[in-house]
């Protein structure tokens, strides 16, 4: 469990959205300094991802085709941890604003983001939609849901890809209806000092699958292996999707929940959705039948409510599947 900060700063926010900072023209505060141990690299000239393209239509389809793309998506997912799927025609910390301050020594994110519940529906706060454009509303209710069948198809390619009862991850997960999706916009305005600051810290997603819409003309996701940090290229017709703890628990670590960060620039803003799709936060989550075996010992217990200990692991620069492993 992790350590809750006695500081009277626990449930402090920002005092300022990084958009007002910028307006100020003040000097760029401390807070702000990223300090991790990968901070020399930010600035960094990095290698491109050899990020895998998986087509969603052919995990479905009855043809020989589906074979090789189960192999493909089973591949990206073991070794990258993420993929991008192509598009083809045929207090509370929802709102807007910046961090959320738990600890004195945190660093904070050069980020404001807007966090909207999407489901389930009857906990959608609609006060915190925005109201312009008109269709704001009614587009995000239909591309959330969209997202939800996405999702039920890659959990039950996931089992097909392992050979196993295609439904077990989708039971583990539970039905779609009772289920958490969160969607949060993210915008990183020009940075003065993008070699001391970070958009986004190092951190796993505490979700079952992550769906990003990135930027169109600026780059900014990076993805960690092997101790390298690679950059995620712009693919304007593709979503980026990568595994969250949540499947790497549910698959006993084959599926690897990746490490990634956001980086800034001085020049350019840049904008962002992820939707981030989680089992009900009741549910008993923990690697499926057929994971488990002499060859591969169980590595996860059981974990319920994992992603309320999310926000205080990544604040602290910590992975809370820490919490989880055996």
Not at 68 to 94: H, P, V
Request: charged fraction near 25%; glycine fraction near 4%.
């Amino acid at each position: 469990m992790a350590e809750t900060s006695s500081s009277p700063a626990q449930v402090e926010l920002a005092s300022k959205t990084v958009q007002e900072l910028i307006t100020g023209g003040k000097e760029l505060p401390e807070r702000y300094i990223y300090k991790g141990s990968d901070a020399r690299s930010l600035d960094a000239s990095l290698p491109l991802m050899d990020i895998p393209i998986v087509d969603i239509g052919l995990l479905t389809s009855p043809s020989s085709s589906s074979t090789q793309e189960l192999e493909k998506l089973r591949s990206a997912l073991s070794f990258w941890g993420c993929f991008q799927k192509y598009f083809r025609e045929d207090g509370s910390t929802e709102g807007y604003g910046s961090d959320i301050i738990i600890a004195e020594e945190q660093t904070l994110d050069w980020t404001d983001r807007l966090l909207l519940t999407t489901n389930p529906k009857d906990q959608r706060q609609l006060k915190f939609w925005p109201e312009i454009p008109e269709s704001f509303r009614e587009t995000l209710h239909e591309y959330t849901t969209e997202l939800e069948k996405l999702n039920e198809i890659l959990l039950k390619a996931m089992a097909r890809c392992l050979n196993l009862e295609e439904n077990c991850f989708l039971d583990m997960y539970g039905e779609k209806e009772n289920a958490t999706m969160i969607a949060r916009f993210n915008f990183y305005p020009p940075c003065p000092r993008p070699d001391l600051v970070i958009g986004v810290k190092p951190h796993a997603d505490a979700s079952a699958f992550t769906y990003l819409l990135q930027d169109k003309q600026v780059e900014g996701l990076q993805f960690l292996k092997d101790s390298q940090w690679y950059r995620v290229p712009l693919n304007p017709e593709a979503l980026v999707i990568n595994a969250g703890d949540y499947a790497e628990i549910m698959s006993n670590g084959i599926f690897k929940s990746p490490v990634h960060r956001a980086v800034t620039n001085s020049e350019r803003k840049r904008m962002s959705l992820a939707v981030f799709c989680i089992p009900n936060p009741d549910r008993e989550i923990e690697p499926v039948n057929g994971v488990v075996n002499e060859a591969r010992p169980r590595l996860y217990k059981k974990v319920k409510d994992y992603v309320s200990l999310y926000f205080e692991y990544y604040q602290r620069g910590r992975r809370p599947i820490e919490a989880a492993i055996i």
